[in-house]
């Protein structure tokens, strides 16, 4: 386990909880909310520790907002479970409202062949890139404070106009815990990093709130940093589309992720 999601158990070996606490939450102090990556990620750990199985994809569509203080219980459900792979599903609920729905197949094949035709971009290694620093309020104990991020390509964090629209939607981003290892729960909550992209791509103070999100998991190799790869594909009626590559230091695909998203236009800083 990454270390980043405590994952509570119970009587019930298809239930699990999360605490819904700060640090897995964003958002300004008076409206922090569960941090939508780490629902998906607390949904991967519930449905891996259910069935055994290493997840293979995941998609989640997120229903509502949790805020703390509360209790997140996820209830998995295993329609199908073969020799190599199972189907399942996980929903999660504070009290009656359902927050998130994740949908899961799992499993490995033995003796599959392995090749990767997506290839690492060319940017700085970590120690060469800035720091990225947000204009919006960030807290100590938040989700935020769990990872270090650097820019290797595009302008991150701004509120303010950037100089027009990106010619190609694409911004790239280092990313390492600072506590705990890369795993597929960790790599789920980076993933949910792909609305940074929007304001980059609006060359303005634009981000998004997430409908969904959806990771592919590839094999999984040791790496203190993560090159997350963003491509933000276009935007009309108010929506806005995107997709994440992750790559491990040495060039190893990690995952793949999706998201679609509401556009929100934040307040220039006082």
Sequence with gaps: MSGLIALGVTPDPHRFTLAVTPPVCVGRRDHQFLFGGAGMGAAIAAVEAATGRPTVWATAQYLSFARPPATLDLDVVVPVSGRHSSQARVTGHVGNTE?????????????????????????????????????????????????????????????????????????????R??????????????????????????????????????IRFLGI???????CDTVIEGTANGFVHGRMRLFAQGGALLATASQSMIVRRFAPPA
Aim: contains cysteine.
């Design 221 to 227: 190799v040791p790496t203190e940093w993560v090159l």
């Design 99 to 175: 927050i998130l729905t994740v949908n899961a197949a799992l499993g490995s094949r033995p003796d599959a062949t392995a090749i990767q035709w997506s290839a690492i971009p060319n940017v700085p290694p970590p120690g060469d890139c800035p720091a990225i620093v947000n204009d919006w309020p960030r807290h100590p104990d938040d989700i935020n404070a769990a990872f270090e991020q650097r820019s290797a390509r595009g302008r991150f964090g701004a509120t303010r106009s950037m100089g027009g629209p990106s010619p190609d939607g694409v911004s790239t981003m280092w990313v």
């Design 177 to 214: 815990p600072i506590a705990g290892i890369v795993d597929r729960v960790t790599l789920a909550l980076m993933a949910d990093f792909l609305p940074s992209g929007i304001g980059h791509a609006f060359g303005e103070g634009v981000g998004g709130n997430s409908l969904d999100n959806t």
